[in-house]
């Protein structure tokens, strides 16, 4: 027979109540609270050569008070199966958030779920658009997750016990509700003369000379989004015919029921085309952004066999008013891209995205695509941005063979504002 102390029985209930009780972030783990969900947009008719840049309102997303924990798309046909980029270049999709009146849904007879808007069309008085943190102005880059043909190889998960928080009814306005819609810009490039001059989106392979609003574009614009926008067509080889086909997004959702123990992240979006002018005095509003979203890359005037000396760099400086703890990042850049780097105003990596390459042909291996992006994931709290830090962002492209048209350098970020045990103290 054996007998225990007093002091033992005390500390066996001690240690018995912490393993029981979540008083630290530290044993918050979502991995058996997740809720997965697939979903499929409207669809969307291609033919070769065809282009759909097309909105899509009121889509399925998860309610109530949640924390998004992860979000990704890609291009399937009615049967489901993967499309591979060289038939279908998925050029970007964006998810963006929105109230929408209760009383406009009551009231508009033709209301539909599922309508289908162009770019061109906007919200009414019974629509608020709910945009990330910045940095761009207005309503450019406003999307809460964003990617384009790198989409099946870039991971979007966000670590525990961080999550982007939505549906806190405290944030409603009253008599609105939280919806969400997609858009998607998607190239047929099937039997086109030059496949990376339509994913580029060169004007004269589109014919075109106008946007889509009818204004005449300046002789300079080569190429990029006013050129392939909706039911745009990129010229075709001679001959060659194949039936239209209808194709969807098939976007997969991961979230979790929001807790005390859940961490809120802010969404930034940086370009490297922001014209930001600032000096070391200067205090920046979000309305002195000028963000362009693409731009061109000229073609290397040095010996094409010198890959060293045919790199194109782009950089921006762009300032943080307020102080915080970077999570996750991940650059977004379009054939011909060699990386992307975030640096601190001390000239520190916050990040580093570089692109991955595909070498076969099937779908998520398409050779000569940007088929992922690496990603960035610190120990949380290992990497700070000061309150008023001015941040570097510099976005890398070749130019070895030829010009590049509308291209991108977008850097997508998500920080918070507190760590984990400042959470819960």
């Known amino acids: 027979m054996s007998f225990a102390t007093n002091d033992m029985v005390i500390s ?32 969307f008719e291609l033919g070769p050569g065809s282009v759909s840049n097309r909105y899509y309102y009121d889509i399925e997303f998860p309610r109530g008070h949640v924390a998004l924990k992860g979000f990704n798309a890609e291009v399937v046909d009615e049967s489901g199966n993967s499309v591979p980029l060289y038939e ?45 943190s910045g940095m761009c102005q207005g309503n450019i880059l406003r999307f809460y997750y964003g990617i384009g043909s790198e989409t ?3 991971n979007t998960d966000i670590p525990d016990p961080f999550g982007i928080e939505i549906g806190n009814p405290a944030e409603v306005p009253e008599g609105y509700e939280e919806k969400w819609f997609l858009n998607v810009h998607a190239i047929d490039t099937r039997g086109v003369e030059d496949k990376l ?26 190429g990029g989004l006013n050129c392939c926008y909706d039911q745009t067509q990129c010229r075709l080889r001679k001959g060659f015919q194949a039936p239209k086909r209808t194709l969807y997004l098939r976007y997969i959702v991961k979230w979790i029921d929001w807790d005390e123990y859940a961490i809120p992240v802010k969404i930034y979006v940086f370009d490297v085309t922001d014209t930001l ?3 070391d005095t200067s205090n920046i509003a979000s309305s002195d952004h000028d963000c ?8 290397c005037n040095s010996d094409p ?17 307020k102080g915080v703890y970077f999570v996750y990042g991940v650059a977004h850049q379009h054939s011909g891209g060699i990386g992307s780097t975030l640096y601190g105003q001390d000239g520190r990596v916050i990040c580093t995205s570089m692109p991955n390459y595909g070498s076969g042909d099937e779908a998520g291996n398409e050779s000569g695509y940007i088929v992922g992006m690496s990603t960035c994931y610190p120990k949380p709290g290992s990497v700070k941005i000061f309150d008023g830090e001015k941040l570097t962002l510099e976005s890398n492209y070749t130019s070895s063979t030829r010009s590049h048209t ?13 760590l984990p045990h400042e959470h819960r103290t």
């Not at 362009?292 to 073609?299: N, W």
């Open 197 to 222: 001059g339509c994913t580029e989106c060169r004007c004269d392979l589109y014919n075109v000379t106008m946007n889509e609003y009818g204004i005449p574009l300046s002789p300079s614009y080569e």
């Open 152 to 154: 099946r190889g870039t």
């Open 292 to 299: 362009l979203i693409e731009y061109k890359v000229d073609p």
């Open 12 to 43: 066996m209930a001690i240690l018995f109540l912490v393993l029981l009780t979540p008083c630290s972030s530290s044993f918050w783990n979502t991995q058996n609270k997740i809720k997965t969900a697939v979903h499929y947009s409207p669809g």
């Open 277 to 279: 002018k600032t000096s």
């Open 88 to 132: 279908t270049y998925l050029h970007h999709w964006g998810l963006y958030r929105y109230y929408e009146s209760k009383s406009k849904l009551l009231t508009d007879t033709r209301y539909d779920p599922h309508r289908v808007l162009h770019v061109s069309d906007s919200f009414s008085n019974s629509h608020i658009m709910i945009r990330n």
């Open 305 to 321: 066999k010198k890959d060293d000396e045919c790199v194109d760099v782009k950089r921006t400086r762009l300032p943080m008013q």
């Open 406 to 418: 509308g291209v991108m350098g977008i850097f997508y970020l998500l920080v918070a504002e507190q």
